[in-house]
């Protein structure tokens, strides 16, 4: 069978003169079969010219072959649910399972988070040095080519969780990875989550307020267990559908 890679990035134009750059609305990725490339651009269209932050500026969508032999097949993270009467409540659940698997990192997570509010990607944190190992600071690190195994082929929807287990259940699998940490941020989407391996993937029904646009995605590393350039040529670059089951 023939499949392609297919993504797209809306953004806004922001600022004027001096100030004036690109900010994110909207992304979204599919790995499809051939004959459902059109349909399939179509909606991710459609999403990013009716995202809730806005109209688009700039609409880019890349299409790309990929072989069948490139593609790995993992089976979906085990998923458990918390929920929380706050959101301050929810982010401590999340600081706390986060602690059980870095606990060196325990204390540098709120700010550590903060600091991945601006970043298109994820932040990249060494357990073992406290060094953030993403080649370029703002931008980060994309976890991308990755798609569920059996997901509806025309479906251009928004659907946070599949997009979330997928990407959790890719993360999970690199090379050193110990944890990850994510807040959405679709100002309407208020869950979040954390997800390993021994963990699995933790859905936290409340990690921020309601409007908040703020969110952001720590990747925790090990440099002890792989190299650096192994994990984010992995996240990067390695061909994943995921069996989420039906």
Not at 30 to 40: K, L, P, T
Not at 99 to 111: F, I
Not at 125 to 148: F, Q, S, W
């Amino acid at each position: 069978m023939e499949y392609y890679s297919l993504k797209m990035r809306a953004s806004q134009q922001v600022g004027e003169g001096e100030q004036k750059h690109e900010q994110h609305i909207s992304g979204a990725e599919r790995i499809v079969n051939r004959d459902s490339v059109e349909a399939v651009c179509s909606a991710m269209v459609r999403r990013a010219m009716t995202h809730s932050k806005g109209d688009p500026d700039f609409i880019n969508v890349k299409i790309e072959k990929v072989h069948e032999s490139d593609i790995q097949i993992l089976k979906a993270l085990p998923v458990t649910r918390i929920d929380v009467e706050t959101w301050q409540e929810g982010l401590e659940k999340a600081f706390g399972l986060i602690g059980d698997a870095a606990a060196d990192a325990r204390e540098k997570l709120p700010e550590l988070l903060r600091a991945t509010f601006p970043m298109r990607g994820a932040m990249l944190y060494d357990i073992a040095t406290g060094n953030r190992l993403e080649p370029d600071h703002e931008r980060g690190v994309r976890a991308t080519y990755m798609d569920a195994l059996h997901s509806s082929e025309v479906d251009g929807c928004k659907n946070h969780f599949n997009e979330a287990i997928v990407l959790a259940t890719k993360v999970a699998n690199a090379p050193g990875m110990v944890a990850e940490f994510c807040v959405s941020d679709d100002p309407n989407y208020v869950t979040g989550y954390v997800a390993s391996k021994e963990l699995g993937y933790v859905r936290i029904m409340k990690m921020k307020e309601m409007g908040d646009e703020n969110g952001g995605r720590i990747f925790l590393f090990d440099s002890r267990k792989a190299r650096a350039e192994e994990c984010i040529e992995y996240l990067q670059k390695k061909k994943i559908l995921v069996d989420v089951g039906a």
